[in-house]
């Protein structure tokens, strides 16, 4: 849970950065990876990895080199958990649409939207954290 804390601060900055510094090659990988993640929503594996990927592009937008550094060394710790977690959790739907919001979002340039989208998108995906942890301890 500490690292979910932590992450969602690093997140949020990493949005607002890409939001006001993304390519329109960055926004197109983001796009395309959306379109992935619409086709993998219900295949919890392939889920995970998309998603993963999708952070990573917004880390890689914001073009600060710490903040990407960062925020792969914490996908690549989680990403294994993932699946279990999206296979507990069952619907992606609201995942899927945080997603399209937060690349709506940067690709307009909007970084007050897209750091407000993604702590939303954060807090939810920790609440539901604590729930599949509570889950699995029983």
Do not use: C
């Not at 006001?20 to 990988?29: F, I, Q, T, V, W």
């Not at 395309?32 to 990927?53: L, P």
């Amino acid at each position: 849970m500490n690292l979910m804390t932590f992450r969602r601060g690093i997140e949020v900055t990493a949005a607002r950065l890409a939001a006001l510094r993304a390519s329109p090659e960055d926004l197109a990988e983001m796009k395309a990876d959306i379109d992935q993640m619409e086709q993998q929503i219900n295949n919890y594996e392939g889920y995970a990895v998309v998603t993963s990927q999708f952070h990573n592009m917004i880390a890689k937008a914001s073009r600060n080199e710490i903040l990407r550094t960062i925020l792969e060394i914490i996908h690549w710790i989680i990403t294994s958990k993932m699946a279990d977690f999206n296979e507990f959790r069952r619907d992606n739907s609201d995942s899927f649409n945080y997603h399209k919001l937060i690349y709506t979002a940067i690709s307009m340039h909007k970084p007050d939207e897209a750091a407000y989208l993604m702590d939303r998108h954060m807090e939810t995906l920790i609440d539901r954290v604590h729930a599949y942890n509570d889950y699995i301890q029983e």
